[in-house]
């Protein structure tokens, strides 16, 4: 069974930073593309940055140049470091996870965290 669990949020002022860690568990051999999404109170779910297992990057407009997400394969963990954060930044981040590669078998299906809450007051 795989389980995604984040750590890393809390609270800090506009201009501050904050690293979000999320480390995969289980029987897992590799995991094909890792990231973080995050949904702000009355907004829909959307994506922060994802990364490959080629180590390909996709960031969301809002945070590129701020935003950098970072992957520890032999850990199976993905970082979000994340600088200059502003008030729009706050919401609860999720850490996602699609085709894991276990020691039986390739799972597709797509992981999620149970979510860290990032507060940034102005």
């Known amino acids: 069974q795989v389980q995604l669990v984040e750590s890393g949020g809390g609270l800090v002022q506009a201009g501050e930073s904050l690293r979000l860690s999320c480390a995969a568990t289980?029987?897992?051999?590799?995991?094909?593309?890792m990231g973080w999404y995050r949904q702000a109170p009355g907004k829909e779910r959307e994506l922060v940055a994802i990364?490959?297992?080629?180590?390909?990057?996709n960031y969301a407009d809002s945070v590129k140049g701020r935003f950098t997400i970072s992957r520890e394969y032999t850990k199976n963990t993905v970082y979000l470091q994340m600088d200059s954060l502003k008030s729009d930044d706050t919401a609860v981040y999720y850490c996602?996870?699609?085709?894991?590669?276990?020691?039986?078998?390739?799972?597709?299906?797509?992981?999620w965290g149970k979510g860290t809450l990032v507060t940034v007051s102005s």
């Open positions: 289980g029987n897992i051999v590799n995991i094909n593309v």
């Open positions: 996602n996870s699609v085709g894991i590669w276990t020691t039986s078998d390739f799972d597709a299906m797509s992981y």
């Open positions: 990364m490959s297992r080629g180590g390909s990057t």
